[in-house]
Every structure is written in C-alpha cells, then in structure tokens.
C-alpha cells in the first residue's frame, strides 16, 4: 500500500467515526450494551448501582501472558513495522508519545486487575481495527482474529478513564474532541477529563491522581510538565481536589467498564458530581479551547449529543439513571 492511499483512509476514518461506530456496533449482535448504547460489555461489568471510587480495587499482575494479537497483519504503508509507527510518521496528533501505561487484564468489580504495557501497544490494535472497517478491508482480518470484544486476554488494553463531571444542580463539562490533535476518537463529542490510564513513574494503578491530572490538562489548559522529583500527593490542585473528596463536596463514583464498538478501546466509566460553589471555585477558569479540542458546559437532562463516544453516551445514561442515587437535581 503507498502513503497516500493510508493517508486518505485514515483522513475517511476521522471524517466519519460515528458512522463507523453504527456500522461497528451492528457486527456485535448479541454482545450485551451499556444503558442502551453501543457501547458493548459483558455481564458484571456495569454494577446496579455506583460504586464509591475507593471501594474499587486494583490488583497487579507482574507476570501477565502477553496478548494473542498484538499488530495488524498487513495493511500498513512502504516498511514501516506497525500502525503507531506509521501514524507517527504520516498522521501524527499533535501529542503522541510511547509512554507506560496500565494495561486491563480482567474485570471482575468492584475488582480490576492489571499490568505493564505501553501506549503505542494499544494504538498499534485500536486504531488499526478501526482503520480496517473505514478502509472497507475484506473479511476484517485483524478484527476476525481479536474475536470477542470483550475479551480482555486477546489483545493489550489499554484502558482510558472516562469522567463525567457534573454539578449538583445539573450542568456537565463537554468536549469536542479534534480529529487534528488526538490519536483516537477524534471529531466526536466526549465527557471530560477523559485519559489514557497511566503512572507518572513506576507507582502502583490510582485511578484518582490519574482523574486529577486530566482535570487539570483538560479542564484549566495545564501542561503536562511533571518533571523529577514532582509527587502529586504534595501537589497544590490535587491537594484541593482531595479535600473536596474529603469533605463530601465531591463525589466520585465508579460505573463500570465498557468497550468502543468501532476500536475496540477500553473504558473505565465514573461520574464526578460537585456542589456548585465548589465547581465556580475550582474551575472558574475552565478553558474554552484545550489540547484535544473545544470545551463547553451544558445542561444535564438525560440527553446524549451527537455524534457521541460510545463511552461518553453510557456514562450519561447512566449518571441520569442513577441522578437521585448521586445526588443531581436537574433544574
């Protein structure tokens, strides 16, 4: 295949994934869904009622069997040897680094269990399958060979932590998330913060200084300078954040685990309900454009905007099936 040709297709890809996504979710037909979604899970994954964050556990697994599929076979442009180096290469976003990250093993909440792999580990499986279906590729070779998308032992998932941050009295931080800055997802609507799980070091998984670390990039525009020496525990904003925690003003729930019909990604899903002074008094400053796109704020009612992340729609479904339970109050 020449550079071109891939180009274009991944351009088709960016162009149109919630129309893939439909295509996608239709290939799955008796995979269970999220809340009425097309973000498809397995049995257990979503639990009847939010769980508090800390009540979920996460173990570590050192010896982790390596997955079954791990790279496209074929498809990809000249020499190069996978889809992250092509996309390096010929499409890059504008941050795209090969960094540690936490890869999902097994879900059994409110335990979830993980190892070591890397970034582009994950690229090199969700963006090639996703690329395959908008490239119209006979057969979907590489999408035949992962099989059950619920399958977590067949390729490395790399999971993101995917956050809808609402008020109590009902608004809700949205993202658009564009094509030309991200590596995966782009032109589709998003809750945020939402970002890749991964440690800073060689610290053990902590779903919340990761969460705290993407409010600040997203939602206040800071960069993602964490140089030696830098513990977040001593961390100003995460300092401020934890005593919200601490004191009841926000609330952080865990809602279950899903996967993107189109790429195959991982989602860890929770919902972060703030009272409202302390939402104006912590992000008073909420960007309107960030890293990944543009920011808005709108009203909690139960509706999904369109074209949505399969992830981002569940987590709405089900923060508003859930809204008594966490406390919102729409106005």
Same mark, same amino acid.
């Given at each position: 295949?020449?550079?071109?040709?891939?180009?274009?297709?991944?351009?088709?890809?960016?162009?149109?994934?919630?129309?893939?996504?439909?295509?996608?979710?239709?290939?799955?037909?008796?995979? %269970?869904? @999220?809340? &009425?979604?097309? *973000?498809?899970? #397995?049995? !257990?994954?979503?639990? /009847?009622?939010?769980?508090?964050?800390?009540?979920?556990?996460?173990?570590?697994?050192?010896?982790?069997?390596?997955?079954?599929?791990?790279?496209?076979?074929?498809?990809?442009?000249?020499?190069?040897?996978?889809?992250?180096?092509?996309?390096?290469?010929?499409?890059?976003?504008?941050?795209?680094?090969?960094?540690?990250?936490?890869?999902?093993?097994?879900?059994?909440?409110?335990?979830?269990?993980?190892?070591?792999?890397?970034?582009?580990?994950?690229?090199?499986?969700?963006?090639?399958?996703?690329?395959?279906?908008? %490239?119209? @590729?006979? &057969?979907?070779? *590489?999408?035949? #060979?992962? !099989?059950?998308?619920? /399958?977590?032992?067949?390729?490395?998932?790399?999971?993101?932590?995917?956050?809808?941050?609402?008020?109590?009295?009902?608004?809700?931080?949205?993202?658009?998330?564009?094509?030309?800055?991200?590596?995966?997802?782009?032109?589709?609507?998003?809750?945020?913060?939402?970002?890749?799980?991964?440690?800073?070091?060689?610290?053990?998984?902590?779903?919340?200084?990761?969460?705290?670390?993407?409010?600040?990039?997203?939602?206040?525009?800071?960069?993602?300078?964490?140089?030696?020496?830098?513990?977040?525990?001593?961390?100003?904003?995460?300092?401020?954040?934890?005593?919200?925690?601490?004191?009841?003003?926000?609330?952080?729930?865990?809602?279950?685990?899903?996967?993107?019909?189109?790429?195959?990604?991982?989602?860890?899903?929770?919902?972060?309900?703030?009272?409202?002074?302390?939402?104006?008094?912590?992000?008073?400053?909420?960007?309107?454009?960030?890293?990944?796109?543009?920011?808005?704020?709108?009203?909690?009612?139960?509706?999904?905007?369109?074209?949505?992340?399969?992830?981002?729609?569940?987590?709405?479904?089900?923060?508003?099936?859930?809204?008594?339970?966490?406390?919102?109050?729409?106005?």
């Amino acid at each position: 295949m020449d550079e071109e040709r891939w180009r274009g297709e991944r351009a088709a890809l960016n162009a149109a994934r919630g129309v893939l996504g439909e295509r996608a979710s239709r290939l799955y037909p008796g995979v %269970a869904r @999220v809340a &009425g979604t097309a *973000l498809l899970c #397995r049995e !257990g994954w979503i639990p /009847d009622a939010p769980v508090p964050l800390e009540d979920v556990r996460l173990e570590w697994d050192e010896r982790a069997v390596a997955a079954a599929v791990r790279a496209p076979v074929g498809g990809l442009p000249g020499e190069y040897r996978s889809y992250s180096e092509a996309m390096a290469a010929l499409s890059p976003p504008k941050v795209f680094e090969d960094r540690p990250c936490y890869r999902l093993l097994d879900v059994g909440p409110p335990v979830l269990r993980f190892g070591a792999a890397s970034f582009f580990e994950g690229v090199d499986v969700v963006e090639a399958v996703a690329h395959e279906l908008a %490239a119209g @590729v006979d &057969g979907l070779p *590489l999408r035949r #060979r992962i !099989g059950d998308p619920c /399958d977590l032992g067949r390729r490395t998932v790399i999971p993101a932590v995917t956050t809808l941050t609402v008020t109590t009295s009902g608004r809700y931080v949205l993202h658009w998330r564009d094509p030309a800055k991200v590596a995966h997802a782009g032109g589709l609507h998003q809750v945020m913060p939402v970002g890749c799980f991964q440690p800073l070091g060689d610290e053990a998984p902590d779903v919340w200084q990761c969460m705290v670390r993407e409010y600040a990039e997203e939602l206040l525009g800071a960069e993602e300078s964490y140089g030696p020496g830098f513990v977040q525990e001593e961390w100003g904003f995460h300092r401020t954040l934890t005593s919200l925690r601490d004191r009841g003003l926000m609330r952080v729930r865990f809602l279950g685990v899903g996967v993107d019909p189109l790429s195959l990604a991982v989602d860890l899903l929770t919902v972060a309900v703030i009272e409202d002074e302390a939402f104006r008094e912590v992000f008073g400053g909420l960007v309107a454009v960030n890293e990944e796109g543009v920011v808005s704020v709108r009203r909690f009612d139960g509706t999904v905007p369109e074209p949505m992340q399969p992830a981002g729609a569940a987590a709405l479904r089900l923060a508003w099936r859930h809204r008594r339970r966490l406390g919102i109050s729409p106005g």
